[in-house]
């Protein structure tokens, strides 16, 4: 099972979050890790939730994701971001069974929901309602409900998910169907979400 780093990252000190970065790039790479996005561009799609730049970061499983955690290289860029930025930082479990990665060269869009039920079964009506439109329009979710870990910050979430989608025409459909539409009417009563668009790093492209 993956492993996703969820970053809501506020720059205080751009100098020293470029050393910052460079530190927390070998973390990552080290435990095999790889970001999806790393972007300044986050639309807010629903709610409240409004990150000045968003990392994801995915590891392919919770031993590399722990041993990261763990690791000297992450400690020592925690150090260096204490005077770089503000971060909040969850890790997050991936859905079961995981979906396969996309060609390299592939530019997706990830739609990230922090999720707060307040109806149960009205939930899980919209739930299986949205879902099938999901799949229809190529999206697939990295994670769902997945048990998650807040490792620097205080942003506490009700339920992450993450859903990818393979390019720019499949998340415009997706936004302007009416089936979107429909989904957020069956969600009224059910669920509050704060909910943003970002577009992820090319696949398979190094880092700067």
């Given amino acids: 099972m993956a492993v996703y780093l969820i970053a809501d990252i506020r720059v205080i000190n751009p ?9 927390m790039r070998r973390a990552v790479f080290a435990h095999g890790g790889r970001y999806l996005a790393r972007t300044d561009e986050v639309v807010v799609l629903e709610g409240n939730w409004a990150p000045p730049r968003l990392v994801i970061i995915e590891f392919p499983d919770r031993a590399s ?3 990261f955690q763990a690791g000297e290289d992450f400690a020592r860029a925690r150090d260096v971001c204490a005077n770089a930025a503000m971060v909040d930082m969850v890790l997050v479990e991936g859905a079961q069974p995981a979906p396969p ?3 390299p060269g592939s530019e997706a869009y990830y739609v990230v929901s922090d999720i707060r039920v307040i109806n149960e079964e009205r939930f899980a009506e919209y739930r299986r309602f ?8 190529g999206g697939r979710y990295l994670v769902r409900d997945g048990a998650f870990e807040v490792i620097a910050g205080c942003w506490e979430p009700h339920r992450l998910s993450i859903v990818e989608f393979p390019d720019q025409a499949s998340i415009d459909a997706r936004l302007a169907s009416d089936e979107y539409e429909r989904s957020r009417d069956l969600r009224i009563n059910a669920a509050m979400v704060d909910r ?6 090319p696949q398979g492209a190094g880092l700067e």
């Fill in 15 to 23: 100098p020293r979050y470029t050393e910052y970065r460079a530190v």
């Fill in 65 to 67: 994701a722990s041993a």
């Fill in 101 to 103: 990665s996309l060609p």
């Fill in 130 to 137: 949205a879902s099938a439109e999901v799949v229809k329009l």
């Fill in 196 to 201: 943003l668009l970002v577009k992820g790093w």
